[in-house]
């Protein structure tokens, strides 16, 4: 067991320094030059105009551009070790204020959209699995595929337009009260909710077809006893891995939905971070997204034994 | 047994709760009116309250104030300065209007103006290489001297640029400024950086008498077109700009709005990749491109009545220094094809593409995607072009990656967001545009580097846009450097009952008005 986590420990902190490191060494290949893009966004605030040669000259000089990439990085890997991200070149705010003041949005949208997905997708997945082939199973499947394939930001216009400007329930924009969180969270949960749907149905008729059920069958068991404690426990195994990569999904950020609703989620300030090559931002920004997904895989490794004791036994 | 029944009616249960909370909480958000507040809806983000930093939204939410300012109809008028003058040829005088007071009720001194501009242009090179200020000083306390780097006349409208803002020093221990105290018809109050939210209220003492709105909200990052469409129509902002092109109609039928659509100074314009090379460095075919584009087509089906088609002058109309004698390049594609057939293109195999000692005419014409109106224009460029015998290939994207491809064979763009009023003076665009040290495209002409050399030193208002016009002459009608297409013109929405707003063309993109009520 102890062995096993100083393992995980050990991979964990691999897979930070490789992405972190990646990012930095990428950043350096996006088009235009650092330097010029920066001085555009700091001091003119319009991509649209050229900066003087003065004032690249500022940039480099203000930010330390003229060193090698590598002597770069090396300072901002043992800032960051201590605990410190950096400031914003844009800004001039600390980085880890710039993502904590995202933090509650993100999480709050992310979490509310994933449990929207499971009362949803769950539920409707038995239901579809267990009257296979029926209307219900049709009028499901049919959904989700409809559900799956709406683009997102069409579909969050069109909720807009129906539940704020028809109907007059939601605000349209913004972030504050719970009210604001409904229509991004419906429109986010869709699309996982469909993806959830099809995976408990497809999953279930599998384990349907498996001896045990057959078995269980032939014990004499009642149907429902057969569907959750035998083949829906099993059936839950690949669904809870896709919950846990569409909440590291939903926690990296939604740029096109943020942008949409105004929503000051981390995937806006990653999105403007890499326009205006604010690296410090960035490398924020994904440091903490890796730290995300790497918690949540964590989590979930830990949700497995709990359905399915046979896992972790050893 | 019961389990089955129970676990789904329960977390349906839930889900109803949850929504039924979520829709009564947004009922009670909708309800909420006001009586003298406004709600406006932004489409850029503020990203800094510092005066040092901001870019122009303390100016434009009138907070911040400069010593000048510009009038809606391009006139350089006092501000916080009642009078200035020059005083011999590189140095100018500015005599405070000695009633200002600051919002925390402090008076407005010859030291606040100095700390001020020195801070910004500390903090803030953009705005030092566009002051040109070498030296600030104070003559007493409501005189301030300042010393330019070179002899300028255009130090005035210069400091109407709404980053020159004067501001009392209030840095926190980081040197950085978080609640702006300055001058202005409204004081700040709060800027909430999660939510990209700027409150604003009434200055009571303000100079000029107090504005009528009691407070202002300002709703930044509101960047989706469709959104902010939505956001006016249902009611939760009162004032927004720019909703789609095609919405226009929809929304001026809408009874509870108002829709306002004026002149602004940005346009949309053809710019080549490198005027120094082929095929671009023969006039003629600079001309033959300039004769193809169907300008009133561009104005009336796709800009939709936000624009105008140019005259042949990327300057707006209305300005003193503008040439209004251009002869402009017509849409004539006759012309076009005898111009490039006297330079020497022609189809020889017959394939509709121009070619030249066996180059066919196949550029690419890039734009970015952030306008909504650029992508369009670029396919409409594009077909224009192929009625000349020009094969364009039409690229969107990031406005970086563009600037990258510069030096490809027939690179050329469609920009927008032209703005020429940035500084409301000539030197500004004309200078930025066609000065062959700053140009980024290669176009070199020592006459227009002298004229407009000579115009910035020169204090004679009619002889200095006698010499404006003059490069105006030279870059548009005789070099054809660049291609103006079209005006931009703002939409602004508010609800009907939002009164007093008189638009200020002048400014970048628009500026709120201290007359706007509530009826």
């Given at each position: ?23 930095f ?25 050229n900066?003087s ?9 203000k ?12 300072s901002?890997?043992g800032a960051?070790l ?28 992310a ?5 929207m ?14 009257k ?11 959904t ?8 997102n ?25 719970l ?9 986010l949960?869709?699309?996982?909710s ?14 349907m ?28 195994i ?6 846990g ?24 300030l ?26 949540l ?18 | ?7 789904p ?13 979520m829709?009564?909480s ?12 406004l ?6 983000t ?12 303390l ?11 510009i009038?809606p109809?391009?006139?350089i ?17 500015f ?12 008076k ?64 926190n221990?980081?040197g950085t400024?978080?609640?702006p105290i ?9 800027y909430?950086?999660?939510?990209d939210?700027?409150?604003l ?6 100079r ?17 077109a ?17 909703p ?11 009874s ?7 002149p ?10 490198d ?9 003629s ?12 087509s561009?104005?009336?089906d ?55 000692d066996?180059k ?18 670029a ?29 490809e ?23 930025g ?19 407009i ?7 004679d ?20 450097a ?16 939002v009164?007093?707003y ?5 400014h970048?993109?628009?500026c709120?008005?201290s ?5």
């Open positions: 067991m102890f062995f096993n986590f100083v393992k995980r420990l050990g991979i964990f902190c691999l897979v930070l320094i490789i992405s972190t490191t990646l990012v060494f990428m950043l350096h290949s996006l088009p235009g030059e650092k330097a010029v893009v920066m001085a555009k966004y700091i001091f003119l605030g319009s991509v649209e105009l900066p040669n003065e004032e690249i000259q500022l940039v480099k000089d930010f330390d551009l003229d060193r090698s990439l590598i002597s770069q990085y090396i901002w890997a960051a201590h605990g410190d991200l950096g400031r914003s070149y844009k800004s001039n705010d600390p980085v880890s204020q710039e993502i904590l003041i995202r933090l509650p949005a993100t999480i709050t949208l979490f509310v959209s994933v449990l997905s499971l009362f949803i997708g769950i539920p409707l997945g038995i239901l579809a699995a267990v296979q082939n029926s209307i219900t199973d049709y009028i499901c499947s049919s989700a595929v409809l559900g799956i394939s709406m683009p930001f069409w579909l969050a216009l069109l909720l807009m337009l129906v539940f704020s400007l028809k109907l007059n329930l939601t605000p349209t924009i913004g972030y504050g009260g009210s604001h969180l409904i229509l991004p969270a419906v429109t949960g869709t699309a996982s469909a993806v959830i749907m099809r995976l408990t149905r497809s999953s279930m008729l599998e384990v077809r498996q001896d045990y059920i057959r078995a269980a069958r032939g014990k004499g068991l009642s149907r429902k006893s057969i569907f959750i404690t035998h083949a829906l426990r099993n059936a839950l690949p669904v809870i891995t896709i919950i990569l569409e909440f590291g999904h939903l926690l990296g950020g939604t740029v096109i939905i943020e942008t949409i609703f105004a929503w000051p989620g981390i995937g806006r990653l999105i403007d971070s890499i326009s205006a090559r604010d690296i410090p931002v960035i490398q924020g920004c994904v440091l903490f997204i890796t730290l995300m997904y790497m918690l895989n964590f989590a979930i490794d830990a949700v497995y034994p709990l359905i399915d004791p046979r896992i972790g036994g050893n | 047994m019961t389990k089955i029944r129970t676990t009616i329960k977390s349906m249960l839930l889900i109803a709760t949850i929504i039924a909370c829709l009564f947004g009922c009670m958000a909708a309800l909420g009116s006001s009586d003298q507040k709600v406006v809806g932004e489409v850029w503020m990203g800094s309250a510092d005066p040092a930093m901001h870019n122009y939204e100016n434009n939410f009138l907070v911040a104030e400069g010593l000048t300012s009038s109809d391009f006139k008028v006092p501000c916080l300065a009642d009078s200035w003058e020059t005083v011999g040829s590189d140095s100018w005088r005599h405070l209007n000695k009633n200002v007071e600051f919002h925390d009720g402090s407005l001194t010859a030291d606040d103006v100095v700390s001020s501009l020195e801070r910004t242009m500390k903090m803030n090179p953009s705005v030092t290489g566009q002051l040109n200020i070498k030296k600030i000083s104070k003559a007493d306390d409501y005189t301030i001297d300042i010393t330019t780097n070179t002899s300028d006349a255009s130090l005035p409208a210069r400091m109407a640029y709404g980053r020159a803002s004067i501001y009392k020093i209030n840095e221990s980081d400024i978080s609640t300055c001058t202005g018809p409204f004081k700040f109050v709060s909430d950086k999660a939510s939210t700027l409150e209220a009434k200055n009571e003492k303000y000029g008498g107090a504005p009528k709105l009691d407070s202002v909200t300002i709703r930044f990052g509101i960047g989706d469709n959104a902010r469409q939505m956001a006016i129509e249902s009611g939760e902002v009162d004032f927004t700009t720019e789609p092109l095609g919405s226009t109609k929809s929304l001026q039928s809408n509870n709005l108002n829709v306002t659509i004026h602004l100074c940005q346009g949309y314009k053809l710019k080549f990749g005027i120094s090379k082929a095929p671009y460095d023969d006039v075919v600079r001309r033959a491109i300039a004769y193809s584009v169907d300008r009133k561009i104005a009336d796709i800009l939709l009545g936000r624009g105008k088609a140019s005259d042949g002058n990327a300057l707006t109309p209305g300005l003193a220094w503008r040439n209004n004698d251009l002869k402009g390049y017509s849409y004539d594609t006759k012309k076009a094809k005898d111009l490039l057939s006297e330079a020497g293109w022609k189809d020889t195999d017959g394939d509709g593409i121009l070619d030249k066996g066919p005419f196949k550029i690419t014409l890039y734009t970015w995607p952030q306008r909504p109106a650029l992508p369009s224009i396919q409409a460029v594009q077909s224009q072009f192929k009625e000349i015998g020009i094969d364009a290939d039409v690229r969107i994207m990031e406005w970086d990656a563009i600037s990258d491809r510069a030096d064979w027939g690179m050329i763009s469609v920009a927008g967001g032209d703005a020429c009023m940035m500084i409301p003076d000539p030197s500004y665009y004309l200078e545009q066609f000065l062959s040290s700053n140009d980024d495209y290669h176009y070199k002409n020592a006459k227009v580097d002298e004229l050399l000579k115009a910035r030193s020169t204090f208002e009619d002889k200095r846009n006698d010499l404006y016009k003059q490069v105006q002459k030279i870059v548009y009608d005789e070099d054809c660049q291609i103006p297409i079209a005006f931009h013109y703002l939409c602004v929405v508010t609800k009907k009952d009164k007093g008189v638009p200020n063309p002048a970048h993109d628009y709120i008005s007359g706007i009520y509530r009826e």
